[in-house]
């Protein structure tokens, strides 16, 4: 018998939130790690509001929607409003009932500068690595180290010289010569461009920086993780400026802060130099970095590379690349939504807890 084709509008609902959401879906068991994570962090929230007046949208709320913006490739905050006004399973993830309103995309913007003063990024990454089932999966002696490129908000027409001698308008705004044309014509042909006397007025922290020979320049900062060998999780996640020494540096600071002496260190041909090098040894780890013997002498010799452990760091190093795609494809942070190193640095930290919480249930259930 064929069913009538009409508009059903029921006044009630008999069934619960939680019960349309399939009991194997992939979201539950990385909301039960966040939930976990998010009430290690509530005696810090209760530190970041008042006691009286009027009550704010919940922090928890705040950080569950963001990492449902990485999960499922939300490219705004107003989108992610759109999709949690109507999405089901979004409000359940959130926290939200079904007849709850959701609140405006500016609520973000008013709550960010509370939560990256109090680094609650960084706090709610390493409370999610901090649970007891979560450390079991973590190597505690073999690392990698890589670094990454992450484009800056910003055109090459907002990279104009310190001193204010290019005329050109910022890019969105007009002259008064140009008939109000938002973007007059620019001939940059033969103009040198450089970070020592050129910034850029949309991200003065963006910095001019190609990956190699033969590629492009850009305004970027870079991405740093150290990830552990066992699994491939990320244990660390950092951002600076862009520069030819920043891999290094960036990556000796969380030897420093997460590998105890006795660790190994695999790395790319980028970090065969001695002061890497010598500054791994210091720490009391030993550094598994590819020989860059191509025009000049490696910084290390067979002392290091005869054991099989330097070759089992040299396979195990290029899983550091898997967080990089995901992030730069799926969450998606090839180019960054936000000016200030600062504040990029903060989503950066966010999204590397993401994809941790993509990957551990994966590992749990193995």
Same mark, same amino acid.
């Given at each position: 018998?064929?069913?009538?084709?009409?508009?059903?509008?029921?006044?009630?609902?008999?069934?619960?939130?939680?019960?349309?959401?399939?009991? *194997?879906?992939?979201?539950?068991?990385?909301?039960?790690?966040?939930?976990?994570?998010?009430?290690?962090?509530?005696?810090?929230?209760?530190?970041?509001?008042?006691?009286?007046?009027?009550?704010?949208?919940?922090?928890?709320?705040?950080? *569950?929607?963001?990492?449902?913006?990485?999960?499922?490739?939300? !490219?705004?905050?107003?989108?992610?409003?759109?999709?949690?006004?109507?999405?089901?399973?979004? @409000?359940?993830?959130?926290?939200?009932?079904?007849?709850?309103?959701?609140?405006?995309?500016?609520?973000? &913007?008013?709550?960010?500068?509370?939560?990256?003063?109090?680094?609650?990024?960084?706090?709610?990454?390493?409370?999610?690595?901090?649970?007891?089932?979560?450390?079991?999966?973590?190597?505690?002696? $073999?690392?990698? =180290?890589? +670094?990454?490129? /992450?484009?800056?908000?910003?055109?090459?027409?907002?990279?104009?010289?310190?001193?204010?001698?290019?005329?050109?308008? #910022?890019?969105?705004?007009?002259?008064?010569?140009?008939?109000?044309?938002? $973007?007059?014509?620019?001939?940059?042909? +033969?103009?040198?461009?450089?970070?020592?006397?050129?910034?850029?007025?949309?991200?003065?922290?963006? @910095?001019?920086?190609?990956?190699?020979?033969?590629?492009?320049?850009?305004?970027?900062?870079?991405? $740093?993780?150290?990830?552990?060998?066992?699994?491939?999780?990320?244990?660390?996640? !950092?951002?600076?400026?862009?520069?030819?020494?920043?891999? !290094?540096?960036?990556?000796?600071?969380?030897?420093?802060?997460?590998?105890? #002496?006795?660790?190994?260190?695999?790395?790319?041909?980028?970090?065969?130099?001695?002061?890497?090098?010598? +500054?791994?040894?210091?720490?009391?780890?030993?550094?598994?970095?590819?020989?860059?013997?191509?025009?000049?002498?490696?910084? /290390?010799?067979?002392?290091?590379?005869?054991?099989?452990?330097?070759?089992?760091?040299?396979?195990?190093?290029?899983?550091?690349?898997?967080?990089?795609?995901?992030?730069?494809? =799926?969450?998606?942070?090839?180019?960054?939504? $936000? &000016?200030?190193?600062?504040?990029?640095?903060?989503?950066? =930290?966010?999204?590397?807890?993401?994809?941790?919480?993509?990957?551990?249930?994966?590992?749990?259930?193995?």
């Amino acid at each position: 018998m064929r069913g009538d084709d009409r508009l059903a509008e029921d006044l009630f609902s008999y069934v619960r939130l939680e019960e349309r959401v399939p009991a *194997r879906h992939p979201l539950r068991a990385i909301r039960a790690l966040v939930d976990v994570a998010l009430t290690e962090l509530s005696p810090t929230f209760d530190q970041l509001y008042a006691r009286d007046g009027r009550p704010s949208i919940p922090p928890e709320r705040l950080l *569950r929607a963001l990492l449902l913006q990485a999960f499922y490739s939300v !490219r705004s905050e107003r989108q992610l409003m759109e999709q949690l006004d109507f999405n089901l399973l979004f @409000r359940w993830f959130v926290g939200l009932s079904i007849d709850e309103p959701v609140w405006d995309a500016s609520v973000f &913007c008013k709550n960010r500068d509370r939560l990256i003063d109090n680094d609650i990024a960084r706090k709610f990454f390493e409370a999610t690595l901090n649970q007891p089932r979560v450390r079991a999966l973590l190597s505690s002696d $073999h690392f990698s =180290v890589d +670094g990454t490129l /992450i484009e800056a908000w910003a055109s090459m027409k907002s990279f104009v010289p310190k001193d204010g001698g290019d005329k050109q308008p #910022p890019s969105g705004q007009s002259s008064p010569n140009d008939g109000g044309r938002r $973007h007059r014509e620019r001939d940059f042909h +033969g103009e040198k461009r450089k970070n020592d006397t050129h910034a850029s007025t949309t991200d003065p922290d963006a @910095r001019l920086f190609r990956k190699g020979k033969g590629k492009e320049a850009k305004l970027c900062h870079m991405g $740093h993780i150290l990830t552990e060998n066992r699994n491939g999780l990320i244990v660390d996640a !950092r951002l600076t400026e862009a520069n030819g020494t920043a891999e !290094r540096s960036a990556a000796l600071e969380m030897i420093q802060d997460n590998v105890r #002496p006795g660790g190994t260190i695999g790395a790319d041909k980028n970090y065969d130099t001695a002061d890497f090098v010598a +500054g791994c040894r210091e720490r009391g780890c030993t550094p598994h970095v590819a020989q860059n013997d191509t025009n000049r002498r490696s910084a /290390i010799d067979g002392r290091t590379t005869r054991h099989p452990g330097y070759a089992v760091s040299q396979i195990k190093r290029k899983r550091i690349e898997e967080p990089f795609g995901w992030m730069k494809t =799926v969450a998606p942070f090839r180019k960054t939504r $936000h &000016c200030g190193r600062r504040l990029v640095e903060w989503f950066f =930290v966010l999204t590397a807890a993401a994809y941790n919480l993509v990957r551990i249930p994966k590992l749990l259930a193995a």
